[in-house]
Nanobody, 115 residues
Framework: QVRLVESGGGWVQPGGSLRLSCTAS????????ISWYRQASGTERELVARISSGGATEYADSVKDRFTISRNNIYNRVSLQMNNLKPEDTGVYTC?????????WGRGTQVTVSS
């Protein structure tokens, strides 16, 4: 079955960096766009970044020029490099794939930005 596993979250001070990874199994990874979403406590989940099967990227305005999404089709992995983190970046980050059998989500990884 389709499985997405996130890793790399943690606590960091404002201005710091983290690198998140999403590893997929159960799909022909190279054929699918992968997205990162985040959800802060008490808010709705929002799209952070997406990378297409061909490598085209898109970002939320709030993370442009700070976050970079990339993919490695050999390791079935999508990474999210997050630089100059701000307290408002705090939340649970989850990766997503839209598959023929439906939308699949990982369990998420917590990112906390505070001093």
């Amino acid at each position: 079955q389709v499985r997405l596993v996130e890793s790399g979250g943690g606590w960091v001070q404002p201005g710091g960096s983290l690198r998140l990874s999403c590893t997929a199994s159960g799909i022909n990874f190279r054929l699918y766009a992968i997205s990162w979403y985040r959800q802060a406590s008490g808010t709705e989940r929002e799209l952070v970044a997406r990378i297409s099967s061909g490598g085209a990227t898109e970002y939320a305005d709030s993370v442009k020029d700070r976050f970079t999404i990339s993919r490695n089709n050999i390791y079935n992995r999508v990474s999210l490099q997050m630089n100059n983190l701000k307290p408002e970046d705090t939340g649970v980050y989850t990766c997503n794939v839209i598959h023929a059998n439906g939308a699949f989500w990982g369990r998420g990884t917590q990112v906390t930005v505070s001093s």
